[in-house]
Each structure stands twice: as C-alpha cells, then as structure tokens.
C-alpha cells in the first residue's frame, strides 16, 4: 500500500442505462494536498465523488481510497459533504453537535470549538431556523471536526458569503500545510478558490480535460480560471 496516495483511480467508467457518466477517468490524489475538481454542470464530479466514498460501483475500472476499494471500512475513514443535504431541522446546532459527537468516533471536540468560533455559528439557532448559508456552514463544519484523512466536499459553498468562504478556505489551507489529510473539493466558485488547491482536475463530459499542479501554473503566470477557460470555452 502507498501511503503517499490517498485517492487513486484507473480507467473507471460510469453507466447509468444509456448514459455514460464516466469515461476513462484516471487520476491521483496525494496525501496532504488539496485537490479541486472543477467542470461544468453535468461534468459527473458528484458521480465520481459517490464512487470515490463507496455508494456507487463504477462500471468498469478501479478504485483505491486510503488503500482498499471504496466500502464500509473507507466510508467510516473518510468525511463527506454531499451536493444536496439537511440537517435535521428540529435540533439546534448545539444539539447537533452532540449527536455528530456520539455517532463519530473520530470527532474532535477541541476542532469543533475552533471551527464554531471561526465559522461563527451560534450554537443556540435551531437548524430549521437557519438561512441557507448559516446551514451551509453547519454542515461544512461538521465534516471538519472530525479527525479523517480524507475530506470530500460536494459544493461546500453553495450559499455561503465571501468572506467565510476565504475564511474556510484558507483555515483548509493552514490545515493541510502540515498535515497529512487530503482534501477532494467539487466547487464551482473558482475564482475565490484558486488560492487553496495544489492540483485541480478538470472533468467535462465524464472525462478527464487536464490535470494541472497549480504552482506550476502560477509559474506560467497562468491561473485556474483562465485555464478552466481555455478548456471549457
Ligand atoms: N442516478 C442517475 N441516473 C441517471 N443519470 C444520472 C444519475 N446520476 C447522475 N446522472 C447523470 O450523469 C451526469 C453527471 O452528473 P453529476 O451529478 O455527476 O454531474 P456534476 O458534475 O456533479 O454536475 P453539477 O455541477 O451540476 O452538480 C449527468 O448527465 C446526470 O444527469
């Protein structure tokens, strides 16, 4: 098992009855960075991601997330942010909180305090209360608390304001710097995020269009969205 390899996936093709969702798609993520998967509506990021936690079977291909094929062992080592998703709505966050506390055996409470103050939730607001953006963070928050290796977030910041968008993400950023835990992030707000990713795969069409290391980028005096622009334009 390579231990430098969190995400690795070779010639994996998605079918659903006619429609091919994936084609061919192979790629790595290694452990510690913080890789953006970027394309446009319909590209298949949320298929590739529900294959990568375990919930779909790819057609044909294969799969290794943390050094086994995506299961219930994986599923329990990784944290997952879906594209769609409620809380229950009858709690507050405090008390939601506390139950995500018991079910998760890797919860980190001293992280969820640091992410509650950095997030700013208040922690008496009922969840059914909340505005899109309040649960957005909730939510995000959650999957950060815990203490996983693997982080996969599915538009985390759908709904979320700039400026805790830049703060999420560069509390990722500072995270990952000297840690080993990887981060797989599907989002559409490219420009506000370009900063945190040191690799971006760019999917269209349920293919991979590129796979850039963005400091190389930089290098070239290139950024992420003329690039995505070059390839989807
Ligand atoms: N269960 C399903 N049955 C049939 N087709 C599906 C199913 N799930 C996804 N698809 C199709 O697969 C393609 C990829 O969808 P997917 O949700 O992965 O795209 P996406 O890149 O996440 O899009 P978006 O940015 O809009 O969220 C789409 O054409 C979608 O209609």
Redesign the pocket.
């Known amino acids: 098992m390579d231990h430098t390899i969190t995400i690795q996936c070779t010639a994996v093709e ?1 079918s ?2 006619k ?1 091919k ?2 084609h061919n798609v192979t790629f790595a993520a290694k452990s510690g960075s913080i890789v953006g998967l970027l ?12 294959i990568l936690i375990g919930i779909l079977e790819p057609t044909a291909g294969t799969v290794e997330v943390l050094g086994r094929k995506p299961g219930v062992e994986t599923l329990g080592q990784l944290s997952f942010l879906p ?1 769609r998703g409620h809380l229950p709505n009858w709690l507050t966050a405090d008390q939601w909180l506390g139950y995500a506390a018991g079910i998760y055996p890797d919860w980190d409470i001293a992280l969820e305090r640091e992410w509650v103050r950095k997030q700013e939730v208040d922690r008496s607001t009922s969840i059914g209360t909340m505005s899109r953006g309040q649960e957005a963070r909730l939510q995000l928050l959650t999957c950060l608390s815990r203490r996983t290796k693997l982080v996969i977030l ?2 985390p910041f759908t709904g979320v304001d700039l400026l805790s968008r830049e703060r999420i993400s560069s509390a990722i950023a500072e995270e990952t710097a000297d840690g080993d835990r990887t981060f797989l992030i ?1 989002t ?1 707000d490219i420009r506000e995020m370009e900063s945190m990713f040191d690799r971006i795969i760019l ?1 269209g069409d ?1 293919t991979i269009k590129g796979v850039y290391d963005t400091e190389k980028l930089r290098d070239d005096g290139r950024s992420v969205e003329s690039c995505y622009r070059e390839v989807f334009a």
């Open positions: 998605m659903f009855k429609k969702a994936l394309g446009p509506n319909g590209a298949g990021k949320s298929t590739l991601m529900r594209d599915d538009e599907a559409h999917i349920g």
